[in-house]
Nanobody, 116 residues
C-alpha cells in the first residue's frame, strides 16, 4: 500500500487545517489508517486512528479538537484539526496497517506549523 498525503501548512493558533491521505494498491481485510506526528526533539506519536470498521482513537492531547474520518470506497483518510495550538506543530505522517500484520506503510510527512 502506498500513501500520498496532502494538506498541512502554516496557521495561526486557534485556526484549522485539514490533512488528507490517499492509499493506493489492493486493500483487503481489516485495517487501520491513521496519523502520527513528530515534533522537533520529540518521538513520533499517534495522533488519531480509524479502523476499517469505523472505530476511532485519539491521543488525549487532541480529543475534542481533531476528527479523523475515512472513505472506504476511495481509500482515503482525513484529519480535521480545529483549535490548533502551538504544540500541534509537527510533521504529520499518514499510516496504514493491516490488523493481522506488524508491517506499516507510511506516507511522506507533511508539515503543520502553528504560529502565535
Amino acid at each position: 500500500v502506498q500513501l500520498q498525503a496532502s494538506g498541512g501548512g502554516l496557521v495561526q493558533a486557534g485556526g484549522s487545517l485539514r490533512l488528507s491521505c490517499a492509499a493506493s494498491g489492493i486493500i483487503f481485510g481489516d485495517n487501520i489508517m491513521g496519523w502520527y506526528r513528530r515534533a522537533p526533539g520529540k518521538e513520533r506519536e499517534l495522533v488519531a486512528g480509524i479502523l476499517s470498521g469505523g472505530t476511532t482513537e485519539y491521543a488525549d492531547s487532541v480529543k475534542g479538537r481533531f476528527t479523523i474520518s475515512r472513505d472506504g470506497a476511495k481509500n482515503t483518510v482525513s484529519l480535521q484539526m480545529n483549535s490548533l495550538k502551538l504544540e500541534d506543530t509537527a510533521v504529520y505522517y499518514c499510516n496504514f496497517r493491516y490488523l493481522w500484520s506488524a508491517q506499516n506503510s507510511w506516507g511522506q510527512g507533511t508539515q503543520v506549523t502553528v504560529s502565535s
